[in-house]
């Protein structure tokens, strides 16, 4: 009430009319502490000068910060730099040849025509000055990067000589714009003819694709074994295959790509590399056994399964569900020596058909260790169908990894021998 205390008054003398918090109908008077003149204004002048020292404290440590951040940032690019600079060094005795940033945008002429792009940036088409085609990209440079999968692409395949192996004709690094020049390959990449939307290309029959097949595993052996160091692709998948104009197979991006020397059957991994779908199990999970070159092995199994079926493995649109993965589908179909249910014209493309998918099966066993050599898998696609002897179930995981690869008596054909695969910790000859 108003009236108990005087408010008015109380409220005149500086003090604050609240309620009573004993009794919440009664009102009381709180006085502040009160300040004469000087005294108000000298505290009013020490609060705005401590407000003002903190407002230049903080000011100051966002500068201070802001320019280590830049600094750092400086650093790391300066250290990315030298790295890469120290790596074309040592690697100028060696082709491909260097060019700068300039030059690229003369072949590409000014970047006019696009041929694609991806997480790793854009590949446009060009023309050397001698008029040979070829295909550019450029990389997208990222912080964090230290040109790892730059030095990786021109480390690795720039040294390279296969039939079946991209040829990298030159490179780029100006600054901090990089850039791989490669062979043009005008029919693209093997994806453009599996992934079709009938299910299959009019323009790939199963002999070409029983070839390139062939040429893909033969690429791969030749990155296993075929080098001073063995090399592991890590990201083998249809859209790193291109093919020429005479569909011979290129396996290109090495980007992912690991050294190791031959005689090392494991490989160290701090991370999972690669692409869903074509992984393999060990690569993600340590449980499955050791990281090496058998990884390969799986993800070409992966993409000939895909061949086979042109279509993804993974496919939730058929309208049948026990199709949507199509490797345990067309296991199912095989073991029970069924009808694979694919396009086939003639008896002889039917052939082709089984012994793709036996051999993919075979590649894609669970455990690394059940999983042939590449050396094994080219001896297999290019050997006779009564050679090939039907492969565990490889979606059945569960259980101890075999000492040695189990061949099961259910044989295609007649009781011939199999193809010896050896030893994992040994040198294949």
């Not at 999983?371 to 001896?379: E, H, I, L, T």
């Amino acid at each position: 009430m108003w009236e108990r205390p005087d408010c008015a008054r109380c409220e005149t003398g500086r003090g604050i009319c609240r309620p009573n918090n004993s009794n919440s109908h009664e009102i009381m008077c709180l006085y502040q502490p009160q300040c004469k003149g000087g005294i108000c204004k000298k505290r009013l002048i020490i609060g705005a000068v401590v407000l003002g020292i903190l407002v230049l404290l903080a000011t100051t440590a966002t500068t201070i910060k802001v320019c280590h951040s830049s600094l750092l940032r400086r650093e790391k690019e300066k250290e990315s730099q030298l790295k890469v600079e120290k790596f074309l060094e040592d690697y100028k005795a060696l082709k491909p040849l260097r060019y700068s940033y300039a030059d690229i945008k003369k072949i590409t002429n000014q970047f006019k025509t696009k041929l694609g792009e991806g997480g790793y940036g854009s590949v446009f088409k060009g023309f050397l000055p001698n008029g040979v085609p070829v295909a550019v990209k450029i990389l997208l440079t990222s912080i964090g990067s230290n040109g790892e999968d730059f030095v990786n692409e021109v480390g690795t395949i720039g040294r390279i000589y296969h039939v079946n192996v991209v040829r990298l004709l030159g490179f780029c690094a100006d600054g901090f714009k990089r850039a791989l020049i490669y062979e043009f390959m005008p029919n693209e990449s093997l994806a453009k003819f599996i992934f079709s939307v009938d299910g299959r290309s009019t323009l790939l029959g199963w002999d070409k694709l029983h070839n390139i097949a062939i040429g893909i595993a033969r690429g791969i052996e030749y990155l296993h074994q075929g080098c001073d160091q063995r090399i592991l692709h890590f990201d083998i998948k249809p859209h790193n295959v291109l093919l020429d104009d005479n569909f011979c197979p290129k396996i290109s991006d090495f980007g992912l790509a690991k050294l190791c020397s031959k005689e090392q059957s494991i490989v160290s991994m701090t991370a999972a590399r690669g692409t869903a779908g074509y992984i393999a199990p060990e690569v993600c999970s340590r449980n499955s056994g050791n990281v090496s070159y058998k990884s390969d092995v799986y993800s070409f199994g992966m993409l000939l399964l895909e061949m086979v079926g042109g279509r993804k493995n993974m496919d939730a649109t058929v309208e049948n569900t026990s199709q949507v993965y199509f490797p345990e589908w067309i296991y199912n179909r095989l073991y029970q020596e069924e009808e694979l249910g694919l396009h086939i014209i003639e008896e002889n493309d039917a052939i082709i058909a089984r012994k793709l998918t036996i051999v993919a099966l075979w590649c894609i066993q669970w455990y690394p260790v059940d999983r042939p050599s590449m050396k094994s898998v080219v001896q297999m696609l290019e050997g006779s169908m009564e050679n090939l002897v039907m492969p565990p179930n490889p979606f059945t995981s569960a259980g101890p990894p075999n000492t040695h690869v189990a061949l099961s008596d259910r044989r295609l054909g007649t009781n011939l021998t199999t193809i010896p695969e050896p030893n994992s910790e040994q040198e294949e000859v």
